[in-house]
């Protein structure tokens, strides 16, 4: 059996829900194989064990695990199932940015929240033990069921349901998977942007997180590809260009506000990052 790392999504999109169907295998028989299906298929085992692979990767899903098969490899059987397995499994839809990462560190960087955007990376290990299985089986029992009702009754309720079990899923990755480096990193990023309007160094995050700054900084590039103080310039920086256009602030007042000591300062670094003046910005939006 092969650990084959995790799968990150670049959100927006979202992942868009299909159908969900419920499969009994009995002794003998083995789950289909396919090769190019175009779409993700999620697979949930609540009995038995599936004896499955995908390209040079193999795994024995058992009851409470959750196997995600991608888009485009070849799926098929190690070898029929040896007692009866009963599995839900999971179709859905993802139009945007991708990556299978074989390292559990690995995959797309975690971007940072912009004033207009609202970026995540979505982390799913390929092959998992969610937590909360048994809740998951009763969103999928749910799932089954809304197949039979209007597509106009069912489709916020399914699309819900869904977002839910990715989440269990995500939690599964954050619990087993998650490196140091990755917890140490979410963990300044929360700090940051709670703080950002007071002055920060290297040294106040040092003390509040209770680490050496070159171990922040080491995991903050790991996980979002910057360091903290190119985080919190960012972040800050956003921020100012909320509150161009929510409020009628003078310049100075929204630096000072957005954790800048000296006005021209602030509009230096602004020009540099959004291409105009802070003011000029202001005018784009407020006529």
Request: glycine share 6%; net charge negative; with cysteine.
């Amino acid at each position: 059996m092969t650990e084959t790392g995790i799968i990150s999504l670049e959100l927006p999109p979202l992942p868009y829900y299909i159908t969900t169907g419920h499969t009994t295998l009995q002794p003998g028989e083995q789950h289909p194989n396919r090769r190019n299906i175009g779409i993700f298929d999620l697979l949930w085992v609540t009995q038995g064990t599936l004896f499955l692979g995908e390209e040079d990767q193999q795994w024995e899903v058992t009851v409470g695990q959750t196997l995600l098969l991608l888009p485009e490899p070849y799926h098929y059987a190690v070898k029929p199932c040896d007692t009866e397995t009963r599995f839900y499994w999971i179709h859905f839809d993802y139009s945007g940015r991708w990556e299978h990462s074989v390292e559990s560190g690995g995959g797309l960087p975690y971007p940072i929240r912009h004033a207009w955007k609202n970026p995540y990376s979505l982390r799913l290990k390929q092959y998992a033990s969610p937590f909360e299985f048994p809740l998951a089986e009763r969103h999928l029992r749910t799932l089954l069921l809304s197949t039979d009702r209007r597509r106009s009754e069912s489709f916020w309720h399914e699309q819900q349901l869904f977002m839910e079990l990715l989440r269990l899923v995500e939690e599964g990755y954050h619990g087993e998977v998650a490196s140091p480096a990755l917890r140490l990193a979410e963990r300044t990023e929360a700090y940051l942007r709670q703080h950002y309007q007071e002055e920060l160094t290297y040294e106040t995050l040092a003390e509040a997180l209770h680490y050496h700054s070159n171990y922040i900084v080491r995991c903050m590039k790991e996980t979002y590809g910057c360091t903290p103080m190119e985080y919190l310039h960012e972040y800050r920086l956003e921020q100012a260009k909320l509150l161009l256009i929510k409020t009628n602030w003078p310049v100075a007042r929204i630096a000072e506000q957005c954790g800048f000591q000296y006005a021209p300062y602030f509009s230096s670094c602004f020009k540099q990052y959004a291409g105009v003046s802070p003011l000029r910005f202001r005018k784009q939006y407020i006529p």
